[in-house]
C-alpha cells in the first residue's frame, strides 16, 4: 500500500511514518519546510515540499498519486485563527478533493474530541479551532470516500502502555501520541473498519484488538 501523509514530522505523524514503513508500506510525506527532508528519507518515505496553506488541490492530489490512503494528522497548533481556517479546517476539505481527484479511495483524519476543553476557561481561539475542526469532519464523512475520522484526547508526548480505549463515544481523557500512531497504522491494516467516528483515550484494551473488534 502506499500511503500520504500530511502533517508526516508532528507529533503523530514523525511516529506514524516508521510505523507504515515497517509494515512494507510505501509512505509519502508532506513537509513545509526544506531542511525536514532528510528525516522522511531517513524513515524511509519520500519527501515532498509542500505548505497545505499554499498548495492547490491539483498539487495535493500530484503528491497523492499512486496513493491507496491519506492520512490527515496536520495541525495548526495554535498558530492564529487565519492558519488554523487554512489548515485544520480548509487543509483535510482540499485533500479530500485531492483523493478525489487522484483516485485515493482511503482517507484517515486526526479530529479533536468533542469534550476537549471543557470544565475550563478556553484559551483564546480554541472555539474556533473546534468550529474548524468539525467543518472538516463534516466534509469527510459527507465524502463518498472510505474514511475515518479519529478523535484522539489530550495529547501526551510520553511513550503509552500501547492499550487504548476505542469507540464512538468515550469519557474524555488523555492518550499518547505514540498510541495515536499505532491506531491509524492499524486501522489502515484494516480496511473493514469505515465509516467511523472513532474517540481514543489511553485504557485496557491492546491496539490491534481495540481496532479489530470494530470490525463489523
Ligand atoms: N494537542 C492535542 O492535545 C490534540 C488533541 C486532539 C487532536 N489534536 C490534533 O491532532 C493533530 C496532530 O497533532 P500533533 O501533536 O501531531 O501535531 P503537531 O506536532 O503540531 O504536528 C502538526 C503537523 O502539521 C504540519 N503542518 C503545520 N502547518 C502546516 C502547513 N501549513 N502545511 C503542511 N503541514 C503543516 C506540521 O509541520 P511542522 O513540523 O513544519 O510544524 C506538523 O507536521 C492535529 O490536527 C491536532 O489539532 C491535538
Request: proline residues 5%; contains cysteine.
Amino acid at each position: 500500500m502506499k500511503v500520504l501523509v500530511i502533517g508526516a514530522t508532528g507529533g503523530i505523524g514523525s511516529r506514524l511514518l516508521p510505523m507504515l514503513i515497517g509494515n512494507g508500506h510505501e509512505v509519502v510525506g508532506l513537509h513545509r519546510k526544506p531542511g525536514q527532508a532528510s528525516a522522511i528519507e531517513q524513515a524511509g518515505g519520500q519527501a515532498v515540499l509542500g505548505d497545505i496553506i499554499t498548495m492547490s488541490v491539483d498539487d495535493l492530489a500530484q503528491a497523492a498519486s499512486g496513493c491507496d490512503a491519506i492520512v490527515f494528522s496536520a495541525g495548526a497548533a495554535g498558530s492564529g485563527p487565519d492558519r488554523t481556517t487554512a489548515i485544520d479546517g480548509d487543509g483535510p476539505i482540499k485533500a479530500v478533493e485531492a483523493a478525489r481527484a487522484a483516485g485515493v479511495s482511503r482517507f484517515y483524519l486526526v479530529s479533536a474530541f468533542p469534550e476537549a476543553g471543557r470544565g475550563g476557561e478556553p484559551k483564546p481561539g480554541f472555539e474556533h479551532y473546534m468550529a474548524e475542526k468539525k467543518r472538516a469532519d463534516v466534509a469527510v464523512a459527507a465524502s463518498e470516500l472510505g474514511w475515518v475520522i479519529l478523535r484522539p484526547g489530550k495529547l501526551l508526548d510520553e511513550a503509552g502502555a500501547g492499550r487504548v480505549a476505542l469507540g464512538a463515544a468515550l469519557p474524555y481523557g488523555s492518550v499518547s501520541r505514540d498510541s495515536v500512531a499505532q491506531v491509524l497504522a492499524a486501522l489502515l491494516e484494516t480496511p473493514a473498519v469505515t465509516g467511523e467516528i472513532l474517540e481514543l483515550t489511553d485504557g485496557e484494551v491492546a491496539v490491534d484488538d481495540a481496532v479489530s473488534r470494530l470490525v463489523r
